[in-house]
């Protein structure tokens, strides 16, 4: 799929990154002139076709109210487009490493660093809350560390209107990061501002402690462990 052009103008150039909602590429506006980060967003193989359509909808209205959202902590989200029926959403590109990867690569931040990191999450968070946008899937692999770093939050993939519910959202379905995931997001599948907090304070533990508040050996002992146990010491 290298150096394909999709809508017309945003050329593929490289693939820079890939989760589990998809494949995130270094590509060329060729209308603008300027480099873009486009994200294709593939459903996940274990929704249902409803709930896959659904996910593709709700991608396509989401991305365009991020679009609105204009914050020095904040990617930008440029463009939605749809190609062969999933949605693209074109953003700024930032040269960075995520937090993951500086984590990974440097070993625990200090705390007056994690301090920093804290305080520009929690204005990138504000300014989404105040548009009524959750985020909904905080962690550290969802957070850029540019070269002189900036701290910027992405990947608005999974973000919903405060307050929505729906097919995507029920008990038992959680999409998003186990490890980064409140408890009561995990139980009863309904986010809030207060989720978005748990999941902020949680990076913030990876980022000073190495690892998450809750790790443990699957996706479903996690879960299981943030309805039950207390944090690790």
Not at 7 to 22: D, F, H, K, Q, S
Not at 130 to 139: C, E, F, G, I, S
Not at 207 to 226: D, F, I, M, N, Q
């Amino acid at each position: 799929m290298q150096h394909v052009v999709i809508a017309g103008r945003y050329r593929l150039l490289e693939p820079v990154g890939r989760g589990g909602m998809g494949r995130v590429w270094r590509a060329l506006d060729e209308v603008l002139h300027r480099e873009v980060a486009v994200k294709e967003v593939l459903p996940p193989n274990w929704l249902s076709e409803p709930e896959g359509d659904e996910l593709r909808r709700r991608t396509l209205r989401e991305a365009r109210t991020a679009a609105r959202l204009r914050h020095p902590n904040v990617v930008r989200v440029y463009d939605v487009v749809p190609v062969d029926g999933d949605p693209w959403i074109v953003m700024e590109y930032v040269p960075s490493r995520t937090l993951q990867d500086v984590l990974n690569d440097e070993g625990p931040l200090d705390p007056a660093r994690a301090a920093g990191v804290g305080r520009a999450l929690l204005a990138a968070l504000r300014a989404a809350h105040t548009a009524n946008v959750l985020h909904r899937d905080v962690k550290p692999q969802n957070v850029l560390v540019t070269r002189d770093g900036q701290i910027m939050l992405t990947d608005f993939g999974l973000a919903t209107f405060e307050g929505e519910d729906g097919i995507l959202t029920r008990p038992g379905m959680v999409l998003g990061s186990p490890q980064f995931v409140a408890p009561e997001r995990a139980a009863e599948g309904v986010s809030s501002v207060e989720t978005d907090l748990w999941s902020l304070g949680a990076t913030l533990y990876a980022a000073v402690e190495g690892r998450p508040p809750y790790a443990r050996g699957s996706a479903v002992a996690t879960l299981a462990a943030l309805a039950t146990d207390p944090p690790d010491p």
